[in-house]
């Protein structure tokens, strides 16, 4: 008798020499480093370096690898216009996704080879950091720009939007952001796109799957929700009231709580607490944080005994907001962040273990029916 698998709980499509996680110990490492020290000792272009080419690059490597990043940071024209174009309220991560789904025009009948799959990373790191650097400008009424690389990917990308420096702490903690972000082995976003990847479509189309997967409150759009929560509660002082009335009274979920891996606090969270402490500076950013340390006292109290847990997202839109983007920016850079981690994820599947993944689902409709014509 055939069994579904709810939410492919439990299902494993892939190996990997990518990311390790333990959801009962709460580690979490990319091919065998701790995910918390590369956040603090590493860069973007050096984690990504890792997790798509094998290696923390040389010198030398890494010094290559930044130079053709930098090199294609100009996006094509046509893209500039889609991301002009884009309705006043169009969705941050939706302009993302079209801008992507659009470069993949060029790359029809991508043949999948490692040399050429190499060759095509650093243009869409490139591509990408360009895309959502200037939907935020476009959000901001800022003209279109292509960005200059300057001294690192995180820094880059922060002068990209803000067009100035915004300290070395804030480029740190967005660069430690980028890292955090990176991969988490298989979610519902990594897998859409290597279920896309499996019939041998191009990586940018495969990168959209991914996108529209990462939208959903469930998922990438967390973080977002985690902030609105601390909005919605808005004083210190109501915290106990709206968990009593909200939470424990089950008309809402804990946002930025549970996890469908992690029986314990997800490892990520310490980089990000501990930005969100130091970045605080605005009486906001204070009065935001203190809901947000009051409110994960009373979920770990009520749900730690099942385990659930604090996840990434309770604090990373703090870190965002302090870092300087609005709201509607904290899902589109957590898809900046999890593109080499995507990239990696598709190339390892179809390079090495290529099948077309192709379900099936266990009918219960009606038996044969008799069609009729309406008259
Ligand atoms: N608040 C309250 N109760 C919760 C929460 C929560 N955040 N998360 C899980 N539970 C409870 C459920 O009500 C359920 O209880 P029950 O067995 O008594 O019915 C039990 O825990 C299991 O919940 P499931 O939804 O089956 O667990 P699942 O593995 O599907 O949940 C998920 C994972 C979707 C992340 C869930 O914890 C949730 O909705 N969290 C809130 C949203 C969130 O923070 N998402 C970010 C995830 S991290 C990321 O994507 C980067």
Redesign the pocket.
Known sequence: MEEISP?L?NVYIKYTDLTFIDGNKGIMRYRGYDVNELAEKSSFEEASYLLLFGNIPSKEELKDFKNKISENLALPPYIHEIIKNAPENADALGIMQTALSALSETYINYQWKRDNDLKLIPKILGNTLSIVSNIYRIKNKLPIKDPVFDKNYATTFLKACFDKDVGEERSMAMDSALILYMD?EI?ASTTSAIVTASTLSDMYSSLTSAIAALRG????G?AE??YKQFEEIGYPDNVETWFNKN?LQGKK????????VYRTY?PRLKTFKKYADELAETENQKKMLEIAKKLEGLGVKN?GS?G?YT????YSGLVFNEIGFPLYMFTTLFGLSRISGILAHIMEYVETQERLIRPRAIYKGPGEKKYMQVD
Do not use: Q
Request: aromatic content about 10%; proline content about 7%; overall charge neutral.
């Open positions: 939410g709980e988490h979610p409150p469930l998922h990438g967390a929700s985690a939470i979920r804990l946002v930025g709580f549970g996890h469908r997800d749900f099942k659930i996840n990434t997202d309770f």
